[in-house]
């Protein structure tokens, strides 16, 4: 039976007492408690000391063993002073090319990318040359006071990321003491008033979208069928260009991204609008690469900042995340179409922990629905393109006829 903070007080007998996973309290005869860890390590028993109760609580003796048995995973006995003293020598760049690598299989290509170069520009300059075990809150800060306010979104995940390498090595055994990248009760008290506010992407004023939209369909290339895709479906960015025909069922009208590329690892099916049917159409892959927006070489995904160069080049000052923005403030004052249809759209988690138990179903007809909607919104042509376009082709037909008036034609 495991052990608790209110029973071992009463312990009254001296002996040793075990918790689990190899965790004892031992009681002396004059009643102190201490905590020992016995484990196996190359063929020899080993009792590490933990420290004593109550002292060490049982939850804080848990997380000790828990840290142990990590380095014994590895082949490290905590006992052994010449392997726990090497391990003090791991560097910042080291640990988090270590973690990176980790959880790489776990991640998005995209995420895992962004994770090495914000190391590289912004963390690896200042202190990827530093033991882990020696970085405290003065090392922290220079990386993140010169970004906090001018790139916020970077400084917050950078700080995030931080800490979540220092969290893993102390649990490694290369370093204690509490994180100098916890943000609550420590950096909050030093950067600036608070938390860095961040700044949502650019997005497009839904009401300039159709216009938008017949610019782009001009546009030729890959990039530009991407951007009209990510448009109508409502996807992020990483999600579309690496979107593969094998996904698409062209009888049901839907694509099927899997887990392991949705920002909230759930599978998340896409209703397909008529609109973006016709776009898959327009690609010209099908048949000739696994992937429905390739770059030049038909195996390998486009470059990541192909969407964006894209609307750069279009004078356009919006993201191409920023597109979602666009479809949601559309979606909530334009139509009415339920509020969690629409985050569903979005692949957003709706309703508390309870209710999702309840709700089986991924209410994809009624996203077909809200699809087919922002579909015909998008591509249809707006009024004052048109009468533009009836202006322009009266002027011209003016100026053949020896420059009568458009009025007049």
Known sequence: M?????????????????DKNGLYLNVTETLSKNWVYRYQINGRRRDKGLGSFPEVSVMEARKKLAELK?????????????????????????????????YRAAWSPTHAAQWASSMDN??????????????????ILPVLEPIWRTIPETARRIRNRIEQVLDAEKTLGHRDGP????????????????????????????????????????????AARCLQ????????????????WDEIDFERMTWTIPAERMKNR????????????????????????????????????????????????MDMDCTPHGFRATFRTWAQEQTKHESEVCEAALSHE?????????????QLEKRRLLMDDWGHFATTTPRHAIVQAAMNKAYSRARKHGGRSAASL
């Open 2 to 18: 495991s052990l608790s903070q209110t029973a071992i007080p009463k312990i009254s007998q001296p002996g040793r007492y075990q």
């Open 70 to 102: 990590a380095l014994i995973a590895r082949g490290i006995d905590p006992l052994d002073e010449k392997q726990m003293a090497s391990l003090q020598m791991v560097t910042f760049e080291e640990a988090a090319r270590s973690f990176i690598e980790r």
């Open 122 to 139: 912004h963390v690896y300059p200042k202190i990827g040359n530093l033991p882990v075990n020696k970085i405290d809150t003065d090392d």
């Open 179 to 222: 994180n100098p990248a916890r943000w609550r009760g420590h950096l909050q008290n030093l950067l600036d008033r608070g938390y860095p506010v961040a700044v949502p992407l650019e997005s497009l004023d839904y009401h300039l979208l159709p216009a938008f939209w017949q610019r782009l369909d001009s546009e030729e290339g890959r």
């Open 229 to 244: 895709f990510l448009i109508l479906t409502g996807t992020r960015t990483n999600e579309a260009m690496a979107a593969r």
């Open 266 to 313: 759930e599978r998340h099916v896409v209703p397909l609008s008529e609109e973006a049917m016709q776009v898959l159409k327009e690609t010209g892959t099908r048949g000739s690469s696994f992937l429905i927006f390739p770059g030049r070489n038909l195996d390998k995904l486009m470059a990541d900042n192909s969407l964006r160069r894209l609307l750069k080049k």
């Open 350 to 362: 709706v309703g508390t922990a309870v209710a999702k138990r309840y709700m089986r179903g991924n």
